[in-house]
């Protein structure tokens, strides 16, 4: 061997060297030295590092150097890299690709199913501390990492959808609705949490202001799971928000059909009847509510203010008869006392469900004066401090 040949190869081993002595630094806890070394293995400014530079051990043992940056509980170490766990992804990822034969492949393959518990403990810990925009990071690295070919290969078919789905949580939290989406729809392509998942698609387009969007995500869920009233109930929502009386009444008597005694549903129900204006649908229907919840305060409400509105329009008919037929006069007065009669007991059972609605007291102390109770109209004034 000649002298320059020989020379060659001890300045090689030198700076491997340099990526051996990184990781003795790591294996002894001394990283910022360890940092400091294999930085010098990588600069391309430093002319030794021809080398190693381009040596995939040299980007394996830097990841393994950052991986121990953020596995320390030193907070000096801590402060060594804003975000180690990145650096030690690229360092592998750098690894592979400058591995051409395939050398480094097992033990890089190993470093990397370590770094993704580090990353599901890195976006736990960020999610509880409601940075979602580093948990949405950490997600995508992991499922980044189980896309990389000597992961992949051993089971080319898997998806970690708990690890999608939590990427699209953390997007949503991180008001990032259009990531939110990509992953809640690759959930929902594996059926995880079913029907759910599509109310969440849903609820990210709503807040995007896309509604036809939404409404597309709930239908096509409503298809897939017919019989989960989730995606129904978000439907008829959007629906009452488009004022599409119609078709929210539709799904609304498929709702029912599938949860009979879902109090909610005959609500939801009853309201639309009154804007339909059928107004013994709309009673019927409160009516129902309230059979199947006794503590339904918006069926009691609505059904005693259908009572005491078509009392005050019987009024308005009482007041348009001619003042020479008094006789007639009073029996129209009658039947507008009737409709404040039934409409009593509603408002009164409010005022028993929630003693401090204003809304409530205002409508019994109407109803008080208008059938004369005095003693009770002046316990609502006293309540409503208007005495």
């Not at 990427?167 to 949503?172: C, F, N, T």
């Not at 599509?198 to 202001?209: G, P, R």
């Not at 119609?246 to 008597?253: V, W």
């Not at 348009?320 to 059972?349: C, G, I, Q």
Request: with cysteine; proline share 2%.
């Amino acid at each position: 061997m000649s002298v320059a040949l020989v020379s060659m190869v001890l300045i090689g081993c030198a700076q491997k060297g340099l990526v051996t002595k990184s990781q003795n630094l790591k294996d002894t806890g001394k990283l910022k030295e360890a940092i400091e070394n294999i930085d010098k293995a990588i600069d391309p400014a430093n002319e030794k590092s021809e080398k190693t530079i381009n040596w995939p051990r040299t980007w394996e043992v830097r990841g393994e150097v950052y991986q121990a940056v953020f596995q320390s509980d030193n907070k000096e170490v801590k402060e060594l890299a804003k975000d180690p766990l990145t650096e030690a992804l690229n360092s592998y990822k750098k690894a592979l690709e400058l591995d051409e034969k395939g050398r480094f492949d097992n033990s890089v393959k190993v470093k990397l199913t370590l770094l993704t518990n580090d990353l599901t403990n890195q976006a736990v810990e960020s999610f509880n501390k409601d940075d979602y925009a580093k948990a949405l990071q950490s997600f995508e690295q992991i499922i980044d990492i189980q896309n990389i070919d000597v992961i992949k290969k051993d089971n080319p078919e898997a998806v970690d959808t708990v690890i999608v789905f939590n990427a699209g949580l953390a997007a949503y939290n991180a008001e990032n609705y259009d990531k939110a989406i990509k992953y809640y729809k690759e959930a929902a392509q594996y059926g995880y949490n079913e029907a759910k998942t599509y109310s969440l698609i849903a609820n990210a387009y709503q807040l995007k202001k896309d509604t036809l969007g939404a409404l597309t995500a709930l239908q096509e869920g409503f298809e897939k799971y017919p019989e989960d009233n989730t995606v129904l109930t978000s439907m008829i929502q959007i629906y009452l928000d488009m004022n599409k009386t119609e078709d929210a009444m539709k799904y609304l008597d498929m709702a029912i059909s599938q949860d009979p005694t879902n109090s909610t549903y005959y609500f939801a129900q009853g309201t639309l009847f009154e804007k339909l204006e059928k107004e013994s649908e709309a009673i019927e229907a409160y009516k129902n509510a309230i059979e199947n919840d006794k503590t339904s305060f918006n069926a009691y409400y609505n059904l005693g203010a259908l009572y005491y509105n078509k009392g005050v329009k019987q009024i308005e008919v009482a007041n348009a008869v001619p003042t020479s037929d008094n006789e007639k006069y009073e029996a129209e007065l009658k039947k507008a006392d009737e409709w404040f009669s039934k409409a009593l007991p509603y408002m009164e059972k409010c005022h028993e469900l929630k003693a401090d609605d204003n809304m409530t007291m205002e409508s019994l102390k109407n109803l008080y004066y208008r059938l004369k109770d005095m003693e009770n109209y002046n316990k609502m004034l006293e309540k409503l401090g208007q005495s």
